[in-house]
């Protein structure tokens, strides 16, 4: 039924602009099932576009209720619905899923598999509207939820710096945006324009199914053709551009009523998403700063003790790799000068085949439980798809353990320093000082 991409996972297109994904295990007892519609960042749709899984998930024209859609739900054997806002890369993404035992344990044999499709590809692509438009009661609801959500990001400071790191890093590029959006934006919306909304979304996203499970794909797979390939769109995955950057690092600073000061490093990576690159360049954010073995770990947290935490990480779907601290405001200097004395270590290979081989296990592990969970199979190929790429899990685990030193300290000079970011407790300080080149 269409062409093998990797080891259990079969990708066949319904239509222009929708794809169907299926990753298969029979060691699992129940069946996932997603929509993801996939767009580019903008900052005039990103927070109207947020809202819509969760008014998209309050029921279809068939269930138009909070009561028969649980009924349904009820009936397929406890199926759980969920919705959802990601980004990846420049794209913001809106997912709907549902999670349902198998055929294979229905009692009476039931299409549990079908039934669970239906209801979500209606979710996606039939809602209850009323003249037109969301129900109001709804968009409040919801409005308030997406709200609390905004507001509650300020409570995680560790979540909290990354994401205004990344929002000065990329201030006039669609990465730096918010994925649920923004608090003065969602006053506005109303249930015409949240309807205006879905359909310009649905016009232009690119759609990917995916089904993950135990059992069979293909009656989801018909019945996603059937709601799907009636609605040929012109949407494609769109990929990020990596941008350049600045002649000089900028660094800003943000005050706020905080014990422990955050500093966050913005690094930008010269290296296309699906390059032969992106292992070595995993490979070498785990050596400097992704495991408990790392460079970062072990002297700057544990032989020099200048941070609470301090770890990296690195995205290849934009090409940034962050290294994240928490910290005493007065070590701030002293913590920064050696977290970029560690990452000159990497790039003159001044590190040893034990930190190396510590870092491919860290990693090779990570790909060995990428089969363990339904969502964590769909989560992983679904990166797979963004990037272009086709290895399943067990060839990038090969892959990265033939990474050589040589590789990594070659892919280390691809990385330079673009942003720092720090805030700290001092009530009396203006907000944020400027920026500084």
Known sequence: MGGTMGQDFIRQKICDGVMFNAITDPKFKTNRLSVNLITPLNRQTVTGYALLP???????????????????????????????????????????????????????????????????????MDPNFVDGAFPEADVTLEKQNLSDIIASEINDKRTYAIGEMLARMYENE???????????????????????????????????????????????????????????RKGEIYRSDFGLSP?????FTETMDVAQAKMVLGFRVNAAPGSEDRNPLRLMAALYGGTEHSLLFLNVR???????????????????????????????????????????RVQSGDFTGDDLNAAKLSLINAFGSVGDSLSSLETYYFGQVFAGAADPPQVQAEQLAAVTKEEIVRVSKLVRLDTVYILKGNQSAPKEEAAHE
Do not use: W
């Not at 349904?72 to 709907?96: E, F, M, R, W």
């Not at 003790?305 to 290849?316: H, I, K, Q, S, T």
């Not at 994240?324 to 050696?338: H, M, Q, R, T, Y």
């Open 247 to 251: 002649e000089k690092v900028r660094e």
């Open 302 to 344: 544990e032989k020099l003790g200048l941070c609470y935490y301090c770890a990296a990480r690195y995205d290849r779907h934009k090409g940034v790799m962050l290294v994240d601290s928490g910290v005493e405001l007065p070590n701030i200097e002293k913590a920064k000068a050696e977290i970029l004395r560690q990452f000159d």
């Open 174 to 232: 669609p990465y730096g945006l918010k994925k649920y959006g923004y608090l003065e934006d969602i006053a506005a919306v109303t249930p015409k324009s949240a309807a205006d909304a879905y359909r310009r979304l649905l016009e232009t996203a690119a759609v990917e199914l995916f089904f993950v499970g135990g059992g069979s794909f293909e009656d989801s797979f018909a019945v996603a053709k059937e709601y799907f390939a009636v609605h040929p």
């Open 54 to 124: 969760f008014l998209l998930r309050k029921g279809t024209r068939t269930c138009p209720d909070f009561t028969a859609l649980n009924r349904k739900l009820n009936q397929l054997y406890g199926a759980y619905l969920g919705a959802d806002v990601s980004k990846t890369g420049d794209s913001q993404i809106i997912t709907l899923f549902i999670q349902s035992l198998d055929d294979r344990y229905a009692l009476e044999n039931e299409p549990v598999s079908a039934e669970c499709a239906r209801l979500l590809c209606r979710l996606a």
